[in-house]
């Protein structure tokens, strides 16, 4: 499985293979050999490449705090998948407005809004069913829409513009 990781201001992606405990974990260039095991709520014991490690895990606000060795981390972790719609799931248009462009091939499974609707920045516009997960997309700024280029069955590539919004 793939995951995007991110730790102050840098971006990793990570891949996770295996299971029950016994994981190769890929960040980079950088692989892994990991067995993992929680042995209490929130503490883990984590064997690296044959290296021991007592692991504090904690949820907070959405983001991992995880405690190594006296050093502590936040990281905010989501499915590659996930991160690719929310980070480029549109972009502006020009004076406030927004084009909503398909970050990944999908279906969509339901249009929200019609041409001439007046839209609410964080507004939801329409679903995508990509990677069996439904994704919804929200209107980034407030304004009107002015164009709307797909239907609820209609199949979509990354980078085919959906909706257009003018401020």
């Known amino acids: ?4 990781a991110t730790l102050e201001d840098g971006v990793e992606r990570v ?10 974990l890929s960040i980079g260039d950088a692989v892994w050999e990991v067995d ?6 929130g503490i883990g014991s984590l064997l690296i490449d044959g290296v021991s490690h007592v692991v504090d895990v904690s949820v907070d606000g959405g983001a991992c705090v995880v405690g190594v060795g006296g ?10 998948t996930r991160h690719i719609i ?6 502006p248009a020009g004076h406030g407005g927004q084009t909503l462009t398909a970050p990944l091939p999908g279906k969509i499974t339901h249009v929200a809004v ?5 839209v609410a920045k964080g507004d939801t516009l329409l679903l995508i069913e990509a990677m069996k997960m439904e994704n919804e997309f929200r209107a980034g ?17 990354a980078g085919d ?3 257009v919004i003018e401020a």
């Open 161 to 163: 513009v959906l909706v």
């Open 86 to 91: 929310r980070a480029h799931g549109g972009g």
């Open 36 to 41: 993992a095991r929680l042995t209490a709520q």
């Open 114 to 118: 019609r041409p001439g609707d007046r």
């Open 15 to 24: 891949e996770v293979r295996g299971a029950d405990g016994r994981y190769r």
């Open 71 to 80: 050093e502590t981390w936040v990281i905010r972790v989501e499915e590659e």
């Open 1 to 4: 499985m793939r995951f995007v």
């Open 141 to 157: 700024a407030a304004g009107t829409v002015a164009e709307v280029r797909v239907a609820a069955g209609q199949a979509v590539n």
